[in-house]
């Protein structure tokens, strides 16, 4: 099921009760939540555990109250955003915290986050040879030749491959704007 659904029909199963589909829908969004917890909040480890942990808590319990299925991600978000203030609040009133979150800062990570997570959705939905090509390229950092060697071709391919995966993906973002 996973990256064939878009968000709108996950959540459709989800409220149907099909436990595959809260698996997915759990998987899908771990890491968004996660990053906002950790990178937007700068949470320590086992408090953005517990509000990861309560947010997919929350989210099934009232999975109902969404009014649109294709408002997930934002819905998420938000849940997410609430609980990390609501921990950073109750740390507060047991040690003093020497750093403010600055509110610009944190909407520019949330920003960077559903970038990020949009383009991730976009790498999905392409073939796997061009997501290969560009997580290669663009995430680990090989070389023309390493990428080459690895996909038993020759090293002056790999930049056309790329130049097209990148048409594609760019095509895939442009279809979800």
Known sequence: MAGALTDAELVARCRKGEEAAWNELVERFSRYIYAICSQGFR?????AEDVFQE???RAYEHL???RTD??????????TRRLCIDRIRAARHETPVDE????RDLDETLASLDE????RACLDAIDDRCREILERFFARDQSYRVIGEALGLPAGTIASRI??????LRAELEGRS
């Not at 294709?70 to 849940?79: D, F, I, K």
């Not at 130049?163 to 594609?168: I, P």
């Open 116 to 119: 990020a997570m949009t383009v």
């Open 55 to 57: 947010v997919f808590a």
């Open 163 to 168: 130049s097209r995966c990148l048409k594609k």
């Open 100 to 103: 403010e979150l600055e509110a």
């Open 70 to 79: 294709e408002a997930v991600r934002p819905w998420l978000a938000q849940l």
């Open 64 to 66: 109902s109250r969404l």
């Open 43 to 47: 949470l320590g480890l086992d408090d």
